[in-house]
Structures are given as C-alpha cells and as structure tokens.
C-alpha cells in the first residue's frame, strides 16, 4: 500500500496553498497594510485584493466591485460580503485572493493587533505595498 498523494497537485491548489503560506510567513506586514490602507480609505469601504494574473500583485477591491461579482456568481459570495461587510479593520485582517475564475478569502486576527503591527513596522503603505508585492512574486510561481 502506498502512502501520500502521488497526484500532482492541482493549479487550483497550488495557488491557495502558496497564498496561505505567503499569509502565515507575512502576517505583521499584512497587517501593517490592511491598517494603513484603512486610515488611507475609510470613507471608502474596500477590500485589500491579492490578484495572482498576470503576476501576483495588490488591487483595492470596493465593496461595489465584491457586490456586482457576488451578484454575477449567483449569490456565491454571500458569506464573504458578510465578512467584508463586519470587518473591524482594529482587530482583524480581511483580503480576497484572486485566482484564475476563482477568490479565496483570507481572514485572520494577528497578534500584535493590525494599529500596533503598523507602528512597529513604521514603514509606509507604498513601502509595504512594494515589499509585499515583491515577496509575493517569489512565493507564488505558477
């Protein structure tokens, strides 16, 4: 009897696996940024989206743009609407994968809380946007 999965894995595995270890391994950055993004855009509920196509980089995704893509997927999103809708940007980090045809939602609550990690990483929202987005390419291949 053979153990393990001697399938290859699947691209649409693949992804989210690579998305939720780039998540684990950069949890106090993603943290900084969905905090700073927050201050910056307030007004402006939105979401922090992670579009792998065609390299993986960042994209603000507004509430409108989650609703009318819940609305073209049948009402599929519904939960992750309702995430989206009750986010408290002080104690939880909410941003959407975006796959080939496909999101992931990624939700978590770091520790140190998301105002904090932004003070101690003192680094700006275009700084982190650039160190991210780069750590981002080299986990995630295609």
């Known amino acids: 009897m053979m153990f393990g999965n001697t399938q290859p894995e699947s691209p649409d595995n693949k992804w989210r696996r690579q998305l939720d270890q780039f998540v684990k391994a950069h949890q106090q950055e993603l943290a900084a940024l969905s905090w700073g993004l927050w201050l910056e855009n307030e007004d402006r509920k939105g979401t922090i989206g992670i579009a792998l196509q065609p390299k993986p980089h960042f994209v603000y995704c507004p509430k409108e743009a989650i609703e ?75």
Do not use: W
């Open 68 to 142: 009318k893509l819940n609305s073209s997927v049948e009402n599929r999103l519904q939960e992750v609407l309702g995430i989206v809708e009750h986010y408290q940007p002080e104690v939880e980090v909410v941003m959407i994968g975006i796959g080939k045809d496909q999101i992931k939602l990624i939700h978590f609550e770091p520790q140190p809380a998301p105002p904090t990690c932004f003070e101690q990483i003192g680094k700006d929202v275009d700084t982190l946007l650039d160190i991210l987005e780069q750590r981002l390419g080299e986990q995630i291949q295609g």
